[in-house]
Nanobody, 114 residues
Framework: QVQLQESGPGLVKPSQTLSLTCTVS??????????WSWIRQPPGKGLEWIGN???????NYIPSLKKRTSISWDTSKNQFTLQLSSVTPEDTAVYYC??????WGQGTQVTVSS
């Protein structure tokens, strides 16, 4: 059974880059057909899909965040990373990683504040 775990700083200052890592266990990221996503939930709001990296290594992003977002992976470590640049307090949220929306990490709170 695949398991995912997010890690990264819980507090980021405005204008800096948010960087989170998702560590995958119990399955290979390069298994054909899987997509590995980052999703977030701001306080009091619904879930927002940020983007994903496919089993092939190709990436997709939500248009509204595309200019500030980069998702990459290290297949040797079975990890994928989210980088979100030029953050503002509106980027404060619980950030989740997931595989095909069927398996999720527990989420990690990120607060953007000076």
């Amino acid at each position: 059974q695949v398991q995912l775990q997010e890690s990264g700083p819980g507090l980021v200052k405005p204008s800096q880059t948010l960087s989170l890592t998702c560590t995958v266990s119990g399955g290979s990221m390069t298994t054909n057909g899987y997509f590995w996503s980052w999703i977030r939930q701001p306080p009091g709001k619904g879930l927002e899909w940020i983007g994903n990296i496919a089993y092939s290594g190709s990436t997709n992003y939500i248009p509204s965040l595309k200019k500030r977002t980069s998702i990459s992976w290290d297949t040797s470590k079975n990890q994928f990373t989210l980088q979100l640049s030029s953050v503002t307090p509106e980027d404060t949220a619980v950030y989740y990683c997931a595989r095909d929306f069927g398996s999720w990490g527990q989420g990690t709170q990120v607060t953007v504040s000076s």
